[in-house]
């Protein structure tokens, strides 16, 4: 009896893998083709999509990295240059992702069964880094947002 549940719970747990494994691919390729300056490649079950964006001539010019395992919201971390944890600034102090979504704003819901990483995410990101420059020009974050709660925790 026992190794009929083992039996099982490894075939689920190779369908999971393998689902998830085609979502990866899936945006991977979106991604490939909507975005020609991201590169992007899966290494051990993550999608890892590297970039660089410049939100305007006077800006620096920003790398960042985007990683998603088909299975948990996806992250996204300014490479360089280094960017201080902020709370002003939407950034999550436990890594310094950046913040692009919340579950209650009608707006900036990630929700992988509705939305790709090509359009949600990526052109997220783009904004966030145009709000990051307007805030380093104001001091105050013009982005309509979300306000955390307790940031320290998330």
Not at 53 to 68: G, H, I
Not at 87 to 99: G, Y
Request: with cysteine; glycine share 2%; net charge neutral.
């Amino acid at each position: 009896m026992a190794g009929k549940k083992k039996f099982h719970k490894n075939r689920l747990n190779n369908h999971a893998q393998l689902f998830r494994m085609q979502i990866l691919i899936r945006e991977r390729n979106f991604i490939r083709m909507h975005y020609d300056f991201l590169d992007c490649s899966i290494h051990n079950n993550k999608l890892i999509c590297k970039g660089k964006t410049q939100p305007t001539d006077l800006s620096p010019e920003y790398v960042f990295e985007l990683r998603y395992d088909g299975r948990y919201n996806p992250r996204v971390y300014v490479k360089d240059p280094v960017i201080e944890y902020n709370d002003d600034i939407h950034m999550f102090p436990k890594d310094n992702a950046l913040c692009l979504y919340h579950s209650e704003s009608d707006d900036f819901i990630w929700d992988p069964k509705k939305h790709n990483l090509y359009n949600t995410i990526i052109p997220w990101t783009q904004e966030w880094f145009i709000f990051y420059e307007l805030y380093l020009i104001t001091g105050k974050w013009e982005h309509p947002f979300h306000p955390h709660l307790n940031a320290k925790e998330e």
